[in-house]
Structures are given as C-alpha cells and as structure tokens.
C-alpha cells in the first residue's frame, strides 16, 4: 500500500486501513486553487476528514496521484481549452460522483465576462505575445460538457458548506445546501439591509446563500459569487436598479463571479452586456 | 393596575436603567447601528438614538438626525422584538448514537431576564399575537413561553410616525393601552409615565418620582393624537378577512409575483411570522448531533417541499398569496385576531418597494365579494385554537426495533418496542416524528397500535427514512408523538364502513382496519377497496389476503400495472367500486393514498352519494414540528399537523386540491 501523505509527509492515517473509504479526488482546471484549499481550512477536522476518506488525488496537499476510479470526484474551475474539454470527460467516465466546487466550474467564474468578446480580442488585450495561447471561445461551467451529481456555489466555497457536504457523504444523510435568497442570512444575522437602508444595490434577493451574507455584514452589497438562487427574479431586481441607474449600470451589476448562469446572463443582455461591451460599440465610460 | 401618572426627568432616565438592572435583567433598546436603529443591548441612556429620526418608504429606510435631545422620535427599528422573545436561532435538541443506542433529549435553556425598552403599541400587539401562535397548541412552545414571560416591557408610545406606519387601521395603535409593565411617552423635558402590571408598579414606586403635571400628561395625549391623524386609516379592514377569501383566484397574485422577489425580508421582518425550519449539524461520524430551529420563511421554494422533492407551492404567487391570506384572514380561523399589526416594515424593508397596503386594496377591493367562503370559517371538530394550552418542552421515547418485514421494494414495517403510556395511547391515524441522530426526522403515520409498542410502515423516500428503513432487530429509534388528529372511528359507529387506500397509504388505514375487526359489531358492512402501483407495491400482503378470506367484510384489491402472475383487476382503485350497489349515505369512508387519487375517491364517493362531512381523508404536508408552531404544513386556514392529517372532505371545502395552497 503507498504511504498516505496528506499535509504531514510521513503520517500514517489511523484509519487508512478501515474498508469501505471512499475515495475521494480533487481536480481543477481553469480557477485560482482556491476553492480546493476550502478544505484546508477546516483545520480542526481536517486530519479526522482525512482518516474517513481516502484521498487519492489533490494536488494542493499530496504528492499522491489517481486517474481513478473515484467514489467522489470535487471539480474546480472552468472548462477553457480543448484539452480540459477531453479530461473532463475522461474524469466522468472514471467518477461515481461528479461534484462542482466554486463559481468557476458552477458557472464558469469571473473568466466567462469574456463569454461576451471576441476571443482574439480578449487575448491581444490580456497577453503581449499571445502566440502561444490556446482557448477555447468560451470560458463554460462543468456542466455544460459532462453531467453533474451535485455542486458546492461561491467563490470561494464555503467551509461550513464543504464541511456539511463531507458530513452527508460520510454519514448517508442529505446535505443541508439551502437555496434560498441570501436576505434570510442577513436577517438571521441580524444584519441591516444595506439595499433599504443605504441604497447600496445588492443581489442578495437573487443570490443563493450559503456565504453567511458576508459581504452585507460589512457594508457593501451581495454581488452574486454563490449565483443564482431558487426563484431568481433578476427582472424585477433590476427595474428596482433602473430607477436611479443606467441600464449599462445595471448590467454590470450582475457582471460578477457568476455572469454567465441564468437568469444573470439573460440580465446582462438585456442591458447591454456586461462592462467593456456596448451594443453601439462605444467605449465603457471606467475603461 | 394603572397607579398615578408620573413624571420622569429626561436626566433621571438612567435611575430606570439601574432599576431595570438591580431587577437583574438586560436591557434591550434602539440604538443606532449600520445607518438604522436597531434593538440592540443598551447598557445606558447614552447609546438611545437620541436626536434621531427615520424617513420610511417603500423599499427605503433612512435615518436623519435632527439635533433634538429627544430619544425615541426614529419610530421602528428594523428589527423587532421577535428576535428576542422568538430568536432566530433556537437549538432543540441534543442527540447521540452509539452502535444500536440511540439518545434523543430535548435542550432547553433557561430564559434570560431581559428588559424591553421602547416597545411600541404595535410591538405589544406583535408580542401578543406571536405569543397565541406559539402556545395555540396542543403543546405550546416551552422555548418561546419563557422568553416572553421573562421580559419585562416598557413601552414608549410614538410621538411620530412615518408613511409606511398604519397601526390605526389594524387596531394596534398608536396608543398603548395594556401589555406593558411600564407605559411611557417621551415629551422634550423627559418621560410621562405610568405602571401597566404589578411588576411595574412596584419599579415605579421605587423610582419614587413627582406626579406628572396634567398639563405634561395633556401634552403626551396630544402627541399620540397627532400621531393617529398623521397615520390616517390607510387600509379598510372591514370584511378583509372574507373579501381575501373570495380573491384566491385573483389575477393581481400574478401581477405581484411578477415584482416580488421571493426573498423572505418581509416574513423575517414581521415581528409576528414565526415560521422556522431544523437544521441538523453532527460530527463528521454522525454519532453526535444537535438540531436547532431556524427562521424561515413561506417564501421560499424549499418551505413547501415534501419527500420526493413535490412541492405544494412552486411559484412565487402561490407563495406571496399564502403570506398575505395568512396574514390577514386565516390568521383569523387559527388565533382569533388578524396576524399583521401594521408596523410597516414589510413594506419598508421589501428590496423592491412592494406595498402590501396597495396589494391588499387591489387583490380584496372594498366593494368586491366575500364570498362564496372557500372553506368554513373556523375548524369545527374540537380542535378549534386552544388559547395557551399547556406548555412543555418536546419529548423523545427511545424505542427499540424488535423486528422489520419489508413490504415492498422500497417499504418495510418496524416494529417498535416501548412502554411510554402516551405513544402506546396513539389513535388510528395519529403519527410520529422518526429521530435518527444526524438525519432529518420525518413524520411517519403508525400503522400499528400494540399493547407493548407501535408499528411504522416507512417508504424509503431519501436519506432518512432510507436510513431507519435499513435499521434492523435491535436497533433504537426515538419517537416524538403521538401527533395529530386521528380517525374519528366513533362517528362510523352504526355506519358502513369504506376504506379506500392507494399504495403506502394503506399503512395509516391499517389501524382503522384492525380497530374497527376488533369491535366488529359496532359497524355495519366494511368494504376494502386497496390500489397499488403494481403487484409487487402491496402492502400487507398477507395480511390482506387472510382479511379477504372472512366472511364479515369485503376486500377488493387493484394494480395499476399487472405483471404475468397477476390475475385480479388492473386500473385506478376508484374502479373497484364504480359498479358497486351499496348506499352511499350509509357510509362513512376513510381515505389515503397520493393526492391526486385521494381526490378521484372524493369525487366518486360523493358521487354516490356520501356525505363530504363523512369522508374522512389524510394529507401529506411538510410537517416538521408536528405542533403548529413551524408552520410549513399550512393548507389554508389548517395546520395539517396539528388540524389534522386527518380531515373531512367537507372541512376542507376548496382548500382540497387547490392548486398552489
């Protein structure tokens, strides 16, 4: 049997012996690292996470490598080249379960406002000598190329969410993921409504839950990184918007980590695109 | 319990403070945070929102500071005092297993002494209204019970008002009357005060203060006088209640869904909704677990959920018209008063403006029609709202499974071991809610009554009941219950007897079946007529088959798709009695299976003549406090948990099969 290496080189899990482990993969494609190193942060548990699961590819804290086969497979980024396109497919084929982690490959992340541009504009905008540069157009979340079992929203995703989805695997039970509107946190919390009382635009009404309504707590408006809520009525949050903004205003306001899910993106377009676009083809007045 | 009017000098307000404190409690007031007035602790005078005022409109909220050494002229707060007597997180219980042992124990902190001050008319409305909620029964909420007795409200009456406020229309204010320990207005040199309660009298005579001036006490009765006209009577309530329930099928519920959102801020802003949900957390074995109770709201998709993710209300409409009917009619069948108060906030503090004061104009015009009444105006069967019945916190049997016989594929019967004296009391029809530690607990009807325990006939419908069904001989289980209102056996005494059951709703009848065998002569004919989808779907099946072999009642079996060895009749079970000769006035009839077919035997059983008040069916809602007090199985002016799951068809009137109820 190989050594388990996780985080301390060397250390033997107590349990790696224990049957039915299962095995558990993390793989990412176009994304930050930072939704995968979500589960480095449940310090407390993490070695007792460990000790149920037998992790068997994760880049970010083991030496250790799998093709597969994988009980659970937990998917990062966004899908942008073709050769991202053949090894996702081949991770499906070798997954039992295919779970999306984070705004990239839930909705493919912040990289997808260039879903809206030309590509060879984008990259002569990005990248001095772009010669070497291969892409796809888009930039497209998991979903569109194989199926998905589940998925965990945010960017990053939240620990306590991982946390409850590792919980639920390990114990057969269903994962408390709510996907109700971001507003029921902050009224739990206790937070004041930054929308009503400051006027500060906020897609809390329209946005999952799931982040703790952290960004309100502090001041600012949700801007939308766990995407897309149950019951998502933009069209109604954006004539609200409309009232005391410019439709290229309001566009970029859904312009975030999560602009290419729907009912976001139909907002997008329906004021214009997002930022750097316009459909008279003039500049952005911020650019 | 109204002593003499006092004065209390705005620099001696502190001397109530330390009073309050010297009665060991916590003292809870506006304060100013985050660009609103909140309620918050206020350890003194210094933190109130002294020279404050708030300017509301629909979908907006702003402070505006005026200089003035007045403290209490910002109106409301966007909280309310809700999240104090009815906190938004409440941890329920405390469970562990180990091995086969399973441990379920209720937690109950003890209440803290807090103190209220700058409670509104409307706010005393709200605590009270709320507080019927919470204690309507059968087992009013220990947790919320002891908050509220432990608080101790001063009231402020307002000296101002904004445009969303309309408390006069509904009857709450502006002028506070009773509810109140201490009842104040606040007047540029200080407060007018005077006791509400025994309590209060007793601090306000250790205050020891000058009688107020009658020209101050004239000068406070002006002030809220003011306030009344400047509020007006911006909302008819007359006939309200009746005229929404002739608007169910009015076509602004569609217009307004096109605007809400659906994002809950008006139900967690109300200072009366009290809907929650549990939340489940364990350790990553799920050995030890803890539940709590959480704020939720009619607004959300997954309110409305029942097992197999169905949903009973899955647009926005469906949600926004059980809100507003709940608020301002049903509200009225289940306690007695209208449940808005008419602070306002849900109008403040909706994200998109939506007034409820024009929604309700528009959907239940003045001069439109209050009737035909939908269903009839207060549940009549003995389980009308019991005001504060008993208050106690929850209890969890640990029972032991002493033997499983799967049923089906997907279905198995426990058999349950216990001496509790109240779940070995259950009633046909009653149910109980299955705690697994770390899992969900789901309501499970019993399908056996025993002198030495209970059966529970379970369908693995998800994780949960997946998990208790896969539990074997030995394992433990605790039991909350018996809840609900059973079959009411008694009323077929002398009567036919019709059982119709479809699949896995046979398990709830099988009580009924045993029961009404074991005083056989004290009904006339029984006909069984049982559906399932298949062959292989059959409950029972045994058993079934020895009824069919007696000779004192009449079993007719159907699936809806045959196999090769099925050799009896294949359809929809209301086709077992399509042809059949008996008298429908004679019968009484139990009913349970899938909602649809529940609704096919209603219409064919009244369309034999059975009386609606004399069949008697079970409805599947989303019941996860079992007591009325979460809320999500709403149907109408009924808690299905608490009002039922058993019903008659005539009880429910139009609220059976509606869509979107």
């Not at chain 1, 993969?25 to 449940?42: E, H, N, P, R, W």
């Not at chain 2, 379920?104 to 902190?109: F, K, M, P, Q, Y």
């Not at chain 2, 479809?502 to 009580?511: D, E, H, I, T």
């Not at chain 2, 599947?620 to 019903?647: K, S």
């Amino acid at each position: 049997m190989e050594p388990q290496q996780l985080i301390m080189p060397g250390r033997r899990s107590p349990r790696a012996d224990a049957p039915n482990r299962p095995r558990i993969g993390i793989v990412k494609f176009a994304s930050c690292d930072g939704c995968q190193l979500t589960l480095l942060d449940l310090e407390d548990e993490l070695l007792a996470v460990a000790e149920r699961v037998d992790l068997v590819e994760f880049a970010e804290a083991t030496s250790r490598r799998s093709m597969g086969p994988f009980d659970v497979l937990f998917v990062e980024g966004s899908i942008s080249t073709a050769e991202q396109v053949e090894e996702i497919v081949r991770l499906r084929a070798v997954s039992h379960r295919l779970i999306t982690i984070g705004a990239c490959a839930t909705a493919g992340g912040i990289q997808a406002i260039r879903n809206w541009f030309e590509l060879d504009e984008v990259r002569d905008t990005v990248y001095p000598g772009p010669t070497y540069v291969e892409s796809l157009a888009q930039a497209r979340p998991v979903s569109d190329f194989v199926a998905v079992d589940g998925e965990l929203r945010g960017c990053p995703i939240s620990p306590a969410q991982l946390r409850e989805f590792l919980v639920s695997m390990v114990t057969g039970r269903r994962a408390q993921l709510p996907d109700e509107a971001v507003c029921l946190e902050c009224k739990r919390r206790g937070v004041v409504c930054v929308a009503v009382a400051d006027g500060i635009p906020c897609l809390g009404p329209v946005t999952r839950t799931g982040c703790g309504a952290i960004c309100p707590a502090y001041g600012r408006g949700c801007y939308g990184c766990f995407g897309p809520r149950e019951s998502a009525n933009t069209a109604s949050l954006a004539k609200w918007f409309s009232d005391s903004r410019s439709a290229v205003e309001v566009g970029r306001l859904f312009s975030g980590f999560t602009a290419w899910s729907e009912p976001f993106r139909a907002t997008i377009d329906a004021h214009g695109g997002p930022p750097g676009q316009r459909a008279d083809g003039s500049e952005p007045r911020d650019a | 319990m109204t002593g003499a009017t006092c004065f209390l000098p705005r620099a001696d307000l502190d001397r109530l403070f330390a009073a309050l404190r010297a009665d060991d409690r916590t003292i809870l007031g506006p304060a100013v945070s985050d660009g609103a007035v909140i309620y918050d602790e206020v350890a003194s005078p210094a933190e109130l929102p002294t020279g404050w005022e708030s300017d509301t409109e629909p979908g907006s909220y702003r402070l505006r500071e005026t200089g003035s050494s007045r403290a209490f002229d910002y109106v409301l707060p966007v909280t309310s005092w809700k999240r104090y007597t009815h906190p938004a997180f409440v941890p329920l219980t405390r469970a562990r297993r180990d091995g086969s042992q399973v441990e379920v124990e209720a937690v109950l902190d003890p209440p803290p002494r807090l103190a209220f001050v700058g409670v509104r008319a409307c706010e005393i409305a709200a605590l009270d209204i709320q507080e019927r909620a919470m204690r309507a029964g059968p087992i009013g909420d220990a947790d919320h019970a002891g908050r509220r007795d432990a608080a101790l409200v001063v009231a402020m009456e307002c000296a101002a008002a904004t445009s969303t406020c309309f408390c006069t229309s509904m009857g709450t204010g502006p002028e506070v009357r009773q509810g109140a320990d201490l009842i104040a207005s606040e007047l540029d040199e200080g407060f007018v005060i005077r006791s509400g309660s025994a309590t209060g009298a007793a601090m306000l005579a250790g205050l020891d203060l000058e009688p107020a001036d009658p020209a101050q006490v004239e000068r406070a009765a002006a002030q809220v006088a003011a306030v009344r006209t400047r509020i007006g009577d911006p909302v008819a309530v007359e006939g309200l209640p009746e005229r929404l329930r002739a608007a169910l099928d009015s076509p602004r519920w569609e217009q307004v869904a096109e605007r809400c959102l659906a994002c809950a801020n008006c139900t967690l802003v109300c200072p009366t909704c009290f809907c929650t949900s549990v939340g489940v957390a364990s350790d990553l074995d799920g050995q030890e677990a803890t539940t709590e109770r959480h704020w939720d709201s009619c607004f959300s998709l997954g309110f409305g959920r029942v097992a197999g993710d169905a949903n009973f209300r899955p647009k926005v409409k469906d949600r926004y018209r059980q809100w507003l009917t709940h608020k301002f009619s049903t509200w009225f069948d289940q306690f007695g008063s209208s449940g808005c108060v008419g602070c306002g906030r849900c109008v403040a503090w909706c994200p998109v403006g939506i007034d409820v004061r024009e929604e309700l104009a528009a959907i239940a015009p003045v001069e439109g029609p209050r009737g035909p009444i939908p269903w009839p105006p207060a549940p009549d069967a003995g389980h009308a709202p019991a005001a504060l019945t008993v208050v106690a916190p929850a209890r969890h049997v640990t029972t032991s499974v002493v033997a499983v016989t799967q049923e089906t594929a997907d279905t198995a019967t426990l058999r349950l071991a216990t001496s509790d004296a109240a779940l070995l009391a259950a009633r046909p029809g009653q149910f109980v809610m299955v705690e697994l530690p770390a899992f969900a607990a789901p309501p499970i009807s019993i399908s056996g009554i025993r002198p030495d325990g209970l059966d529970l006939t379970i369908r693995s419908a998800g994780p949960a009941t997946a998990a208790i069904v896969a539990l074997g001989p030995g394992a433990q289980v605790a039991l909350r219950g018996p809840l609900g209102r059973g079959w009411p056996l008694e009323s077929a005494a002398g009567r036919d007897v019709v059982i119709v059951a479809g699949g896995v709703g046979l398990a709830p009848l099988r009580p009924v079946i045993e029961a009404v065998l074991a005083d056989r002569a004290r009904y006339g004919a029984v006909r069984l007529y049982l559906g399932a989808r298949t062959p292989g779907d059959r409950l029972f099946a045994a058993e079934v088959a020895a009824l069919a072999g007696r000779s004192d009642l009449e079993v007719a079996e159907i699936v809806d798709r045959a196999g090769p060895e099925w050799l009896g009749q294949v359809g929809i079970v209301t086709h077992l009695f399509d042809h059949a000769t008996w008298n429908g006035d004679r019968v009484t009839a139990f009913v349970c299976g899938p909602e649809r077919m529940m609704q096919a035997t209603a219409a064919a059983l009244t369309g034999r003549g059975v009386d609606p008040a004399a069949i008697w069916l079970t409805l599947e809602r989303n019941m996860a406090c079992g007591v009325g007090t979460c809320g999500h199985c709403q149907l109408g002016p009924f808690f299905v948990c608490r009002d039922g799951p058993v019903f008659s068809i005539a009880e429910l009137g139009t609220a059976f099969g509606r869509e979107g109820l």
